[in-house]
């Protein structure tokens, strides 16, 4: 530990343990047992009494710091016929600051995977950057800098805070999303996807700033609608945008939450996101007055085994049809009569089964779940029949129920004569095996939106070409480098428009002039597949070698806030299942434990009168109740998440600095258990009394090793019976503790410390 370097090693023969592999130095106190040396040491190898002995903390985690930091973060040939772990907490936004959220979770991964360690597995903990975002740049705007210039900064500095913590990270496995030879890769994935039918564009409602002429994300916008930068009342505008088939995969996905350990609540959360996966889309071509427009709509069917049943499609009022840049528009538009069931003059054939539908523009303005279009089906939906009576609508049923219950399925070509159950899978696996549809999913859960209109971000490799019409960048010209922008103002549709040497190129199939996608990608794609990429970061020609995937994967225990517990576990999630299903990987499920940390909560005082937050230093705790300082008027204390808008912040630095890395590290362990959140209140004794803990240890072990003096040679013959039946509870207690340990190591993890922190 810091001001009392102490490492227990257990004994392999006697408490089923193992040494943590370290080079002992040659001041480390040594006593043996069954062979294995038990050490304890100070910066100059005399062990005293006294915890605070001759041993300023400061000089104690200097000396031991670039040591132990040198034994644990340098890793060697990958040996496949050795144990592995792979412990995985999630990589940070480079802000440029730690605060103690950092601090805990990566305390957390440090301390379970010097568990490990010890345990004679192989280990990997790496660490890197989430750096591209919206964060950046605006930050960039705001200073008149680059983003790239204001992200590789903050970096460098929060590296160098991290170290100054301790942690055990695998930094020869670092990785930054910014950078070409991760976003080369990140781009290549997203060909694949396209090759393989799981990426499209169509229309979608955006947030649009009318004075800054930008997209805005949902968080950009404020409550009262208004953007946060600019003021403007923000317009919902439709634009053209990238999407992944997220619902290609629903169904299996949801499947195999059987499989996957309980992940503190999450799993319910992650199957309430992708809802019952008990229908499907099909794909159907427009047509107007007969003629085909070339458009493709998919629409929901609750009842897929029903398909040849259908009598029409109905469509919301707010859907795109009627108000993007479709080519039915008009004849939508000029049909519809807001409050009514309106029959129009476009039509829909049936991709699968060729049949022809008549499009209907709903009354209603919300339609079950999250869907925009559904298929009518009178056999298995009264509303549907009633309403296709009343609009004249043909239709044929399809169900037939015989003598003993049984329902099968009638008037439905080759699928006739089968039970229902059959004809739903029969028909939704040729459906996929078509590529016009039929992959369950749920009425709940849409296709991921992935284009943003910003120039910090990876680019998205497609070029439109007005002969070949879209087409996708080739492996061999990947990546398409972020160009550099002198004259950043964040205006405009996209801030990758205004470079033009960059937008225009030549298209690679008929050589012909065209240009560039501008887009680029939401910054959690990048996120979605990182952990792949930690197992071979330094691969220049794949994103990862199969092999090495195949024996890190899947990531042992995943940390990380619970705030992410939803979409960016459902995205990795998606990019594992696709991967899987290429090929690339053997294991479907990227993350066999889940640990979902709890938030370091500081107290806010705020005035009641104007909701404004005060710091510190404007407040008053000597009274029974916290007052302002100037005015005397009492405060609202609350309890919240740790932000420096809201003043209740703690700097690790300073708590490093007065308390020293292992007191600060321990504080954060004996808290709470992981997964609840932490009350920071400085005015409590938690802290000294981590202190006296530390004390305890040192004493105890001083004590151990007075016992066990070279010139005192312990002889069992000289216990009585008293004395022998007491060693026995010790030693019979000692195994239990042990395995206790080893086998939830992340719920004991103060004790583990003891052994495994460095400093």
Request: glycine share 6%; proline share 5%; charged share 25%.
């Amino acid at each position: 530990m810091g001001p009392a370097i102490l490492s227990l090693g257990f004994c392999s023969s006697c408490l089923r343990g193992r040494l943590n592999g370290l080079a002992w130095p040659k001041n480390w106190q040594r006593v043996t047992c069954h062979g294995i040396t038990r050490t304890i040491c100070s910066e100059t190898g005399t062990v005293g009494k006294s915890f605070w002995s001759g041993n300023p903390k400061k000089r104690v985690e200097r000396f031991w710091h670039h040591r132990i930091k040198d034994q644990y973060t340098k890793i060697s040939e990958v040996d496949k016929t050795k144990p592995k772990f792979y412990v995985l907490s999630m990589f940070p936004y480079p802000s440029g600051k730690l605060h103690m959220g950092h601090v805990r979770v990566y305390t957390l991964s440090d301390t379970v995977a010097r568990f490990q360690k010890m345990r004679g597995m192989q280990v990997i903990n790496p660490m890197g950057w989430d750096a591209f975002g919206l964060p950046a740049e605006n930050a960039a705007i705001e200073r008149g800098l680059s983003p790239d210039t204001w992200t590789q900064s903050n970096i460098e500095h929060m590296r160098q805070q991290l170290e100054k913590i301790g942690l055990s990270f695998s930094w020869d496995r670092e990785i930054t999303t910014c950078s070409a030879d991760y976003y080369k890769w990140t781009q290549y994935l997203f060909v694949k996807m396209y090759e393989a039918g799981l990426v499209y564009q169509k229309e979608a409602l955006v947030n649009w700033d009318p004075m800054d002429k930008t997209v805005l994300a949902n968080e950009q916008v404020d409550e009262q609608g208004c953007s946060w930068r600019s003021g403007a009342k923000v317009e919902q505008k439709y634009l053209k945008q990238w999407f992944f088939k997220t619902t290609v995969f629903a169904k299996t996905m949801q499947d195999a939450l059987a499989d996957l350990p309980e992940w503190y609540g999450v799993k319910s959360m992650q199957a309430n996101w992708i809802g019952d996966c008990t229908g499907c889309f099909f794909d159907f071509m427009l047509k107007v007055d007969n003629v085909k427009t070339g458009e493709i709509i998919p629409s929901y069917a609750f009842n897929p085994e029903a398909i040849y049943g259908a009598s029409h499609i109905a469509i919301l009022p707010s859907h795109r049809l009627l108000h993007g840049g479709s080519s039915v528009r008009g004849a939508l538009q000029e049909s519809f009569t807001a409050g009514k069931d309106c029959l129009t003059r476009v039509s829909a054939i049936n991709v699968f089964t060729k049949q022809e539908l008549p499009l209907i523009i709903s009354e209603k303005n919300e339609f079950e779940g999250y869907l925009d279009s559904k298929i009518g089906i009178p056999s298995t939906n009264l509303e549907d029949g009633l309403l296709a009576d009343k609009l004249g609508l043909t239709y044929t049923r399809v169900i037939e129920t015989l003598s003993d219950g049984t329902e099968r399925i009638i008037n439905s070509a080759r699928f006739t004569g089968l039970r229902r159950d059959e004809a739903f899978c029969a028909i939704t696996q040729q459906a996929q095996d078509e590529g016009v549809g039929g992959h369950l999913t749920s009425d709940k859960l849409r296709d991921w939106l992935i284009s943003r209109q910003r120039y910090w971000g990876t680019p998205i490799p497609i070029i439109h070409c007005k002969s070949c019409g879209t087409v996708p960048v080739p492996y061999e010209d990947l990546p398409v480098l972020l160009p550099k922008v002198t004259s950043f103002t964040g205006k405009g549709s996209s801030p990758l428009s205004a470079v033009t040497d960059w937008v225009n190129c030549k298209c690679p199939r008929c050589a012909g002039n065209a240009v560039r996608e501008t887009d680029t990608m939401d910054t959690f794609v990048d996120s979605a597949w990182y952990y792949f990429r930690y197992t071979d970061p330094h691969n220049s020609d794949r994103p990862f070698d199969k092999s090495l995937a195949d024996f890190w994967m899947p990531v042992d225990l995943y940390i990380g806030g619970k705030e992410h517990a939803v979409m960016h576990l459902y995205y990795a999630r998606f990019f594992s299942h696709f991967c899987q299903s290429q090929g690339m990987v053997k294991h479907r499920e990227p993350f066999k434990k889940l640990l979902v940390q709890g938030l370091i909560k500081g107290q806010t005082f705020t005035l009641a009168s104007s909701g404004r937050y005060l710091k510190r230093n404007e407040v008053d705790l000597s009274g029974a109740e916290p007052v302002h300082a100037d005015t005397g008027e009492k405060l609202q204390v609350i309890w919240e998440k740790m932000s420096k808008s809201k003043h209740n912040g703690v700097d690790p630095e300073e708590m490093v600095e007065k308390y020293g890395i292992d007191t600060t590290r321990l504080y954060l362990l004996f808290a709470g258990p992981p997964e609840q959140d932490i009350l920071w209140d400085v005015k409590t004794d938690a802290l000294p009394g981590v202190q006296r803990w530390q004390a305890r240890v040192w004493a105890i072990t001083s004590k151990f090793i007075e016992a066990r003096k070279p010139s005192v040679v312990p002889d069992p013959k000289l216990l009585n019976k008293n004395d022998i039946a007491e060693a026995r509870k010790i030693w019979q207690k000692k195994n239990y503790i042990v395995s206790e340990v080893t086998s939830y190591p992340w719920a004991t993890m103060a004790f583990t410390l003891v052994h495994v922190t460095p400093l």
